[in-house]
């Protein structure tokens, strides 16, 4: 855990030094999803086991966030009263994880590379294609299958699984593994650009419920889940990490964009990163101690 703070932490105290500012971390978060994600999706693909276990593993994820949609809907109708914008944020808030720009690092340290394939194949078929629908569907009231034919790591895991029949040059690999490495420190030190401490403060008790909810409800629903559709082995415990990843990035995106409330996105988001350097490493240890 120390390798995925000590970047963030540096990020924090660097942009309150004015070294850098939140317009950089767009430019290495540019750099991750048009360049670095494709290469390792490219590869997950292609080395990846197909297996019945591949498939459970993206159901798990649809049917995780389906719940949470709607406890979201429950708690933010019935238990807030909230209406129209604030009840839209609400529910992509607490419905839809960080499964790549957290989930990819944590899941990489905690289960090494093998994991890390079926985190990609959780975040871009599991709970990417099911923002992309889903999420805009509460965002704007309308689909956006052209987001996710234009996401490039979408393209990297199509390539994968279309060239697994041919023997690739060993440039090619070589260029991946040389790539594979930048990533990680990349995101967290990304995402420590990005924490508005500030922001956490408007919000604090709807964020902390929102978090609460959205990591160990979560993680519950992806052993309940995982348990009745009989996923099992690495691809369960990556399920149940990246089902525990607290608020996707994303959705501050789709609030800022859709004019939704933006403020409790933000807050939300912060949040949640700062909560997973304590709730992962817990879930971590359960899930060794389970299974």
């Not at 996105?265 to 060794?288: D, K, N, Y």
């Amino acid at each position: 855990m120390v390798k995925i703070i000590v970047p963030f932490i540096c990020a924090y105290l660097l942009k309150r030094q004015k070294i850098f500012h939140d317009g950089h971390s767009t430019a290495l978060i540019n750099y991750v999803i048009y360049f670095a994600l494709p290469a390792i999706a490219f590869k997950s693909a292609y080395n990846i086991d197909i297996s019945a276990n591949f498939f459970k593993l993206i159901l798990t994820c649809w049917l995780v966030t389906s719940v949470l949609i709607g406890v979201g809907y429950l708690t933010g109708k019935f238990l807030f009263k909230l209406k129209n914008e604030n009840l839209k944020t609400w529910l992509l808030v607490i419905s839809f994880g960080n499964t790549a720009f957290l989930g990819y690092p944590y899941t990489f340290n905690f289960f090494g590379e093998k994991g890390l394939h079926y985190a990609i194949v959780y975040d871009t078929l599991g709970s990417f294609v099911f923002v992309l629908t889903v999420g805009f569907f509460i965002a704007v009231g309308k689909l956006n299958v052209k987001e996710f034919i234009s996401f490039p790591p979408a393209w990297g895991l199509v390539l994968g699984f279309l060239l697994r029949s041919f023997n690739l040059p060993r440039l090619v690999w070589d260029s991946i593994e040389f790539v594979i490495p930048s990533i990680f420190p990349v995101i967290i030190f990304a995402i420590g650009l990005s924490v508005d401490l500030k922001q956490i403060g408007l919000y604090f008790k709807r964020s902390l419920f929102i978090e609460t909810t959205k990591i160990f409800l979560g993680a519950f629903l992806a052993i309940l889940i995982g348990k009745m559709l009989g996923l099992s082995g690495l691809p369960f415990k990556v399920a149940i990490l990246e089902a525990s990843m607290p608020t996707m990035i994303f959705t501050a995106v789709l609030a800022l964009k859709y004019k939704l409330n933006h403020n409790l996105a933000v807050s939300s988001v912060s949040l949640g990163i700062l909560m997973s350097f304590l709730t992962t490493p817990f879930i971590v240890r359960l899930i060794h101690y389970l299974f």
